[in-house]
């Protein structure tokens, strides 16, 4: 029984699902084709559920992905790729069904519009779908235009996506489950063509996105070649990972040296530490949950060992928790910077910048309020600043790591072309 030529087979079926799933959810909430009902709130709530672009499309991606690699000879192409792959189908039966119940209730309860009282309302919700056949009620809508038609065919373009995602999705369960016990049958030559084609498709899809190579030039260099060779994701990972490296040092040492104002271990003693700093953003944040995705990522760029489409699958959700990590830190800072500093006013510890509207970061006039520490705004400003330009930098580095991830789990990863 070929269940690797079956995997392959679903995984592909699913990815133009899950990119329909996730254009009709965005194009959603722009009814009438128009930016400002977004812009007014004006959206139908099952579009802010975001079953298309959540259900449909990340909890699916994510399992097509891993689908696509349990066809592969080596790598996750065995009984123990099989067995996960069933978990993974599982998440995007789960996904699928998401897409599938929001898109229901989106065509059942009917669109937001305005009626001709001029009040924004949704009229069709107390019709238990009836005004799908009854074209003269559809007139009740006079903005935006043309609305309940926009708002029928989307929904059910999304209901279409999601049962198919659902039947590939609980198909796959039931191959994974014969491909565990039996093994996966998998023709070298096939993988070769397969391999071929699929990097030519993706490079073909990179050279005609010219608009994005303005946005990552650097990036899209090291995605394709144009001798049609194999996309250099590999290498893309070292400079990710070697880059994240001395920033995860730097919000490290920034956060320890804001527990010691004005250079005293005494405030630290008694307590007088800026509420921000016991946060730990650039420690926790911007230093272990970097740090480590880092490490991953490094090994992904290496000949063997992790360097494989199975490593580079993982290396997005590493990525993942980097972001999430950044932008903990850059939050954390942000909030640091706006309320400033914990200092001796007179006589009393107090936050005297807290309700000011971040005004004193311009007007170093009023820094004269804090008697002590030494010097603690300018010590709180230039930390917390180094603090937010390296979590800014992080979420843009891991950020790119999914990217990369996701092509070097798609297209391979050319590890032996030399190291940085």
Not at 136 to 159: H, R, Y
Not at 188 to 211: A, N
Not at 372 to 396: D, H, M, R
Not at 411 to 420: A, D, E, L, R
Request: aromatic share 12%; with cysteine; proline share 3%.
């Amino acid at each position: 029984m070929c269940t690797g030529k079956c995997s392959r087979f679903i995984s592909f079926t699913l990815f133009p699902l899950v990119l329909l799933s996730i254009i009709c959810n965005i194009v959603l909430f722009f009814p009438g084709w128009d930016v400002k009902y977004a812009q007014d709130g004006h959206i139908t709530e099952e579009v802010k559920y975001m079953g298309g672009l959540v259900g449909g499309g990340i909890l699916v991606l994510i399992p097509a992905l891993y689908i696509s690699l349990t066809g592969e000879d080596g790598c996750c192409g065995n009984r123990c790729g099989m067995f996960l792959s069933i978990a993974f189908a599982a998440v995007g039966v789960a996904g699928g069904l998401y897409s599938f119940v929001v898109a229901a209730l989106g065509l059942q309860n009917g669109p937001l519009c305005k009626d001709a009282d001029g009040l924004w309302t949704t009229p069709f919700k107390d019709s238990n779908g009836t005004y799908l056949n009854d074209r003269m009620s559809w007139a009740d809508c006079t903005e935006p235009k043309d609305v309940v038609q926009f708002n029928i065919g989307l929904f059910c373009t999304l209901l279409a996506a999601s049962c198919l995602q659902l039947l590939l999705c609980a198909a796959q369960m039931i191959n994974g489950l014969f491909g565990c016990l039996c093994g996966i049958c998998v023709d070298p030559r096939t993988l070769h063509q397969l391999d071929w084609r699929r990097r030519m498709l993706w490079q073909s899809l990179w050279e005609g996105t010219f608009f994005f190579s303005l946005i990552f030039p650097c990036s899209c260099q090291l995605f394709f070649s144009l001798g049609g060779e194999k996309m250099c994701t590999g290498k893309c990972s070292r400079f990710v990972a070697v880059t994240l490296y001395p920033l995860a040092l730097i919000s490290i040492i920034c956060n320890i040296v804001l527990f010691f104002p004005g250079g005293e271990i005494k405030y630290a003693q008694d307590g007088h530490i800026t509420e921000e700093v016991k946060y730990m953003g650039g420690l926790i944040g911007g230093g272990l949950m970097v740090l480590l995705p880092a490490l991953w990522i490094h090994l992904t760029g290496k000949d063997g060992c992790c360097g494989n489409r199975c490593g580079m699958f993982l290396s997005i959700a590493f990525a993942a928790v980097g972001v999430a990590g950044a932008l903990y830190s850059l939050i954390v800072a942000v909030l640091g910077l706006q309320n400033g500093p914990l200092c001796k006013t007179v006589i009393f510890w107090s936050t005297p910048f807290k309700d000011n509207d971040h005004k004193y970061l311009t007007d170093d006039t009023l820094w004269g309020l804090c008697t002590e520490p030494k010097n603690i705004v300018q010590f709180n400003i230039g930390l917390f600043a180094t603090l937010l330009a390296t979590s800014c930098l992080q979420v843009v580095l891991c950020a790119i790591q999914m990217i990369n991830g996701l092509f070097g789990c798609l297209c391979g990863t050319c590890g032996n072309k030399g190291v940085i």
